[in-house]
């Protein structure tokens, strides 16, 4: 059986065009690296769900960037210019058999995801001034308890 090139080519198309919209976060432009917008991606895909607006006591909020500025704050959750000390990022490197890993349950975030979050965090952990600005669920991710 011969394919035709221009079947494949729209084949090709077909499956980059479905790849983009099967994932939960976009990628930042090289501009964006570092920025509150390139991790904010990553917060509403992977960490609101839990962290968010419906979280429980005893987990740290990432809902809002007052919540963020808090935490940034504090030196422990998010230590700016530091990812390797920042607690967010510590989690998020754990696998999914290790105790402490976010997201919980098996839907660990991919080694995108992370180098997203550690150059925002080695860049500051810059957040927008002068307003809050919440974040929401992106996409469907089971809730742990």
Not at 29 to 34: Q, R
Request: charged share 15%.
């Amino acid at each position: 059986m011969h394919i035709r090139p221009p079947f494949m080519l729209s084949i090709l198309a077909f499956a980059a065009v479905a790849l983009t919209h099967c994932t939960n976060v976009s990628v930042p432009s090289p501009a964006d690296e570092g920025s509150f917008a390139s991790a904010r991606n990553v917060l509403e895909a992977k960490c609101v769900h839990c962290h968010g607006k419906e979280r429980l006591a005893n987990m740290p909020p990432f809902g809002s960037t007052a919540a963020l500025a808090k935490l940034k704050a504090d030196g422990v959750w998010l230590v700016a210019g530091k990812p390797e000390r920042s607690r967010m990022f510590q989690v998020v490197t754990l696998t999914d058999e290790q105790i402490g890993a976010m997201p919980p349950t098996g839907h660990a975030i991919s080694k995108a995801e992370v180098a997203l979050l550690r150059a925002w965090i080695a860049n500051g952990a810059p957040l927008p001034e002068g307003r809050s600005v919440t974040l929401k669920p992106q996409g469907t991710l089971v809730r742990s308890n």
